[in-house]
Nanobody
Framework: VQLQASGGGLVQAGGSLSLSCAAS????????CGWYRQAPGNDRELVAS???????FYATSVKGRFTISRDNAKSMMYLQMNSLNPGDTATYFC????????????????WGPGTLVTVSS
């Protein structure tokens, strides 16, 4: 299954953005899904994740500002980002682990191009 992240853009500090992640196939189950981000010169960082049991994880830097969610019927995943600051500037990537479609089980989805978020001060 291929993933396409969208919704990035340029926003002023204090603003909000909502990222979306669309899958190329209907997702019938997964072990974990979420969002990573990577700023230039930095390693990829796990920002938020959602487990099959609906347990959520948020990086300390985004806790209380970001919210991860899914629409099971549409096989869509979202990341609502509020109170953005320049430190949130990065390319954001979505992922699934242990994802099940009608034709395959994928241990981890390949990285797509991501969506760029730029927060100006």
């Amino acid at each position: 299954v291929q993933l396409q992240a969208s919704g990035g853009g340029l926003v002023q500090a204090g603003g909000s953005l909502s990222l979306s992640c669309a899958a190329s196939a209907n997702i019938y189950g997964f072990d974990r899904c979420g969002w990573y981000r990577q700023a230039p010169g930095n390693d990829r960082e796990l920002v938020a994740s959602l487990s099959r049991s609906t347990t959520t994880f948020y990086a300390t830097s985004v806790k209380g500002r970001f919210t991860i969610s899914r629409d099971n019927a549409k096989s869509m995943m979202y990341l609502q980002m509020n109170s953005l600051n320049p430190g949130d500037t990065a390319t954001y990537f979505c992922f699934y682990e242990g994802v099940r479609t009608s034709s395959a089980i994928t241990s981890k989805t390949p990285w797509g191009p991501g969506t760029l978020v730029t927060v100006s001060s």
